[in-house]
C-alpha cells in the first residue's frame, strides 16, 4: 500500500536557484525558470507522474492526452506557490494581492472566545494564509498541527531567508502529548489547522469516498475536531491568475463525536474546491491506492 512518506518533495540547491532568481530577477523571472523545472518532473518523475495522471485521467475522467498536458501543468503550478510563499515571506507580500471570501466566519468564530480548529488540505497555498490575516483587525494566534518531517536543511535556510513567521507548531508525538498543546492553545483562545488529506502508514485512519473512490484520511484531525466542543472551519488560499491568491473559509457543521460526519462534509468541501482550481490538489502519491507498491 503506497502512502505519504511524510516529506515532500524538493532539494537545497533547487530552493536556492529559485530564491536568487526571485531577489535578482523577480517572481516572474522565477517563473520562467520553472518551466525547466517542471519539464525535468514531467519527463523523469515517474511515480508521481503516474499517480497524478491517475488523478486527473481516472478521478476527474479528463480525457488521455488533456490528462497528460495536465501533469505538466500541475507541476508547473505548484512549483510558482512555492515561489510565492518564498518570495512574500521575503518581503515581498506588496506584489500579490488578496481576496478574502468568508472572513466574516473567522471574525466570528474568535469573538466566541473558545479557540477553533481550522481544516485545510494540500490544496492551494495555505502556508500563506498568515499573510492574509495580517490584513484584517484580528489579533490571533495560529498554531500548526504537523509531523514535522520535512528536510531540515530545507526549514533551515528559508528561515535564514525569509521573515520570521508567526505561525507556531505543534508536532505530533507518539505518546500523544500534542493533545495538551491544542488544549492549551484552544484555552488561550488561539486557532488550531490541521491538514486532512494525508494519512501515514500506521496512523489511525477512517475511510470515505472521495471523487468516486474510496481512500483513507487521518482520523486525528477530525476526532479531535469533532470532540471539543470548538468551532470548526475549513479553510483554503488558492492561487488566481498572476500574482492573486483567494483565501476561502466556510464553516463546518460538526455533530458531537461523529468524526466520520465530518470527514465527509470536509470532503464535500475538498471536491468543491478541486472542480474549481483542479491543478491545486498536490498529493504526489498513492493517494488512491490505485497501484501496488513495489511497482517502479
Known amino acids: 500500500m503506497a502512502r505519504w512518506e511524510g516529506k515532500s518533495r524538493g532539494t537545497l540547491l533547487g530552493y536556492k536557484i529559485f530564491?536568487?532568481?526571485i531577489k535578482k530577477l523577480g517572481v516572474r523571472a522565477a517563473y520562467f525558470v520553472l518551466y525547466f523545472v517542471a519539464t525535468y518532473y514531467f519527463l523523469f518523475l515517474k511515480k508521481s507522474n503516474r499517480v497524478v495522471f491517475y488523478y486527473f485521467h481516472e478521478r476527474l475522467k479528463y480525457p488521455y492526452f488533456k490528462a497528460k498536458k495536465m501533469v505538466f501543468k500541475n507541476y508547473f503550478v505548484f512549483g510558482q506557490t512555492i515561489i510565492d510563499k518564498v518570495a512574500i515571506g521575503a518581503g515581498m507580500r506588496h506584489s500579490f494581492t488578496y481576496e478574502f471570501d468568508g472572513i466574516e466566519i473567522l471574525k466570528r468564530l474568535l469573538a466566541e472566545k473558545k479557540g477553533g480548529v481550522l481544516i485545510s488540505a494540500h490544496l492551494g497555498n495555505f502556508e500563506i494564509a498568515e499573510h492574509f490575516f495580517a490584513d484584517i483587525d484580528v489579533d490571533f494566534q495560529i498554531n500548526l498541527v504537523t509531523t514535522d518531517q520535512e528536510h531540515s536543511q530545507i526549514k533551515e535556510y528559508l528561515e535564514n531567508v525569509t521573515q520570521k513567521s508567526s505561525v507556531k507548531f505543534i508536532?505530533?508525538?507518539?505518546?500523544?502529548?500534542?493533545?495538551?498543546?491544542?488544549?492549551?492553545?484552544?484555552?488561550?483562545n488561539e486557532l488550531i489547522c490541521f491538514t486532512g488529506d494525508r494519512y501515514m502508514e500506521g496512523s489511525k485512519a477512517l475511510e470515505a469516498e472521495f471523487l468516486g473512490k474510496k481512500a483513507k484520511f487521518p482520523a486525528g484531525p477530525f476526532m479531535i475536531a469533532s470532540r471539543l466542543k470548538v468551532p470548526v472551519a475549513f479553510v483554503y488560499v488558492m492561487k488566481e491568475p498572476k500574482l492573486h491568491y483567494h483565501l476561502y473559509t466556510r464553516e463546518a457543521e460538526v455533530k458531537h463525536r461523529d468524526a466520520q460526519a465530518l470527514l465527509e462534509t470536509y470532503l464535500e468541501s475538498v471536491g468543491g474546491m478541486i472542480e474549481k482550481y483542479?491543478?491545486?490538489?498536490?498529493n504526489y502519491f498513492d493517494f488512491w491506492d490505485a497501484f501496488s507498491s513495489n511497482e517502479n
Not at 508536532?171 to 488561550?188: G, P, Q, R, T, Y
Not at 483542479?278 to 498536490?282: G, K, V
Open 19 to 21: 530564491v536568487f532568481c
Open 278 to 282: 483542479p491543478l491545486q490538489w498536490f
Open 171 to 188: 508536532i505530533v508525538k507518539e505518546d500523544m502529548s500534542h493533545i495538551f498543546d491544542i488544549n492549551n492553545a484552544l484555552a488561550k
